[in-house]
């Protein structure tokens, strides 16, 4: 099989040592790419947010597969380009990555669906949002309703800077706050049928205890030791079939990867947000524990045969990955640095560059990410920390509280 995959980020180095890994695939090539992605894959150039450009080089390549990893080529209808020349892609169509693109869209869709979720407002000036503020009370969730790479909502206390966030975005959907534990579901679907991948947790704030702005994400690690049993089972139930059924029924079925956000309340699990696409760092761990090839699985999701897919298939113990992020991430990330540390196994490209003397630069606010496997999650946590320590980047910052709690028992849903 000839796989083309599309993006630059450390989810597609994930991806591609997933892909570059089963035995099915004879040519992985990749579109951007990056550096740490350069020894698994033939790189190309792509304007990959062009449907028209990805598609032709699907067809130039000859792609017998097509992964589409970041939200915003899907958005733009890169998975329907690539269809329509008779090549399957793996990633929704455009219609129904809104999902991830619209928050009010998605919101509609659990509505209809019946789908736990947080009630929300969409406001689209100060007046309603204030209202809507009023309606829920502190802590105050805003969220920009557009695309915003992961760092469109803000949760605070603080009434002024709800208001604005609210302002500055102009639409946005505010809603009651969700209290527990956050976990990240990962469903590959065909549209009709549908495979969870293990549970995952990752960690959006900056800074250690979950403190300071929302992030693209510091770290993850899976599985979930606190996790109560049947808890996928049921959102496979109560969330993802009814969230396809809804989709089916509008005539934009969603096959490609469902991601739910969920938040474990009192009240049972509520969905955060859905997004259209593998999230970011939890991609890091859940396919370092995944044994089933992985062409095989999106391949089969893309061309409507998942039902006769066999059961997934999962390694023992744990994964843990740890983000590097360049001095001044989220607000305002220093690239250009240079990198030492970065060629060795378990070290994840996410924004890097090989500048023209041969060195590795920094190239965006996440760096890298160290990810390592373990018996169990003490042990994949030391061995993503060695990882970790083993960079030089001048300035960089990571969390240094990744899997923790969940490491020291600390986690509780709440009853
Ligand atoms: P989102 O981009 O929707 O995933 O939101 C980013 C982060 O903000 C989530 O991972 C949560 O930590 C937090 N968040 C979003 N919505 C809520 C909510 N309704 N209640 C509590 N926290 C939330």
């Known amino acids: 099989m000839r796989v083309l995959l599309v993006g630059g980020g450390g989810r597609e180095h994930a991806l591609a040592l997933g ?38 080089l699907a067809v130039e390549v000859q792609a017998d597969l097509v992964v589409i990893g ?17 090549i399957p892609a793996f990633g929704p169509s455009a219609e129904a990555a809104r999902l991830e693109g619209s928050k009010t869209f998605a919101k509609e869709i659990m509505t209809a669906a019946g789908v736990p979720t947080a009630r929300a407002h969409t406001c689209t000036d100060a ?10 009370g502190p802590p105050y969730v805003v969220k920009n309703d557009g695309l915003a790479a992961g ?40 549209g009709e049928a ?3 991948l293990l549970p995952a947790q990752d960690f959006k704030r900056v ?22 049993p049947g808890l996928v089972d049921e959102v496979m139930r109560d969330v993802v079939h009814p969230t396809l059924a809804e989709m089916r029924r509008r005539g ?53 045969t998942l039902a006769a897919h066999p059961p997934l298939r999962w390694r023992e113990g744990a994964a843990v990955t740890v983000v590097v992020a360049a001095e001044g991430y989220p607000a305002a990330p220093r690239t250009g640095d240079e990198i030492i540390g970065a060629d060795r196994a378990g070290v994840i490209h996410a924004g890097t560059r090989r500048a023209d003397d041969g060195t590795l630069r920094s190239a965006g606010g996440r760096v890298l990410c160290g990810t ?22 001048a300035g960089s910052h990571h969390r240094t509280d990744i899997a923790a709690a969940a490491v020291e028992g600390r986690i509780a849903v709440p009853d």
């Not at 390592?372 to 980047?393: F, K, Q």
Request: aromatic fraction near 4%; include cysteine; hydrophobic fraction near 50%.
């Open 19 to 56: 892909l570059a890994d089963d035995p099915a695939v004879d040519q992985l090539i990749v579109a951007p790419g990056n550096p740490g992605i350069a020894s698994l894959a033939e790189l190309r150039e792509v304007a990959a947010n062009d449907p028209a450009a990805v598609a032709a």
């Open 70 to 86: 970041p939200e915003a080529p899907l958005v733009a209808g890169a998975a329907d380009a690539v269809r329509a020349k008779g």
């Open 127 to 136: 007046e309603s949002a204030g209202r809507a503020l009023d309606d829920f």
């Open 151 to 190: 760092k469109g909502v803000v949760v605070t206390d603080d009434r002024t800077i709800a208001e604005e966030h609210a302002r500055e975005c102009g639409r946005v959907v505010i809603e009651e706050y969700l209290a527990g534990p956050e976990v990240s579901l990962f469903v590959v679907t065909d």
């Open 194 to 196: 549908a495979l969870p």
């Open 207 to 228: 800074g250690d205890g979950d403190t300071g702005p929302n992030t693209g994400g510091m770290g993850a690690y899976a599985p979930l030791p606190w996790a109560p």
């Open 252 to 304: 934009t079925p969603f096959a490609g990867l469902l991601y739910v956000g969920l938040a474990l309340t009192a009240a049972g699990p509520r969905v955060i947000e859905f997004n259209a696409r593998f999230g970011d760092p939890e991609t890091q761990v859940v396919l370092a524990l995944l044994e089933t090839p992985l062409a095989g699985l999106l391949h089969a999701a893309a061309t409507g």
């Open 372 to 393: 390592a496997t373990g018996h169990d999650l003490a042990a994949a946590r030391d061995a993503a920390y060695a990882l970790v320590r083993g960079i030089e980047l």
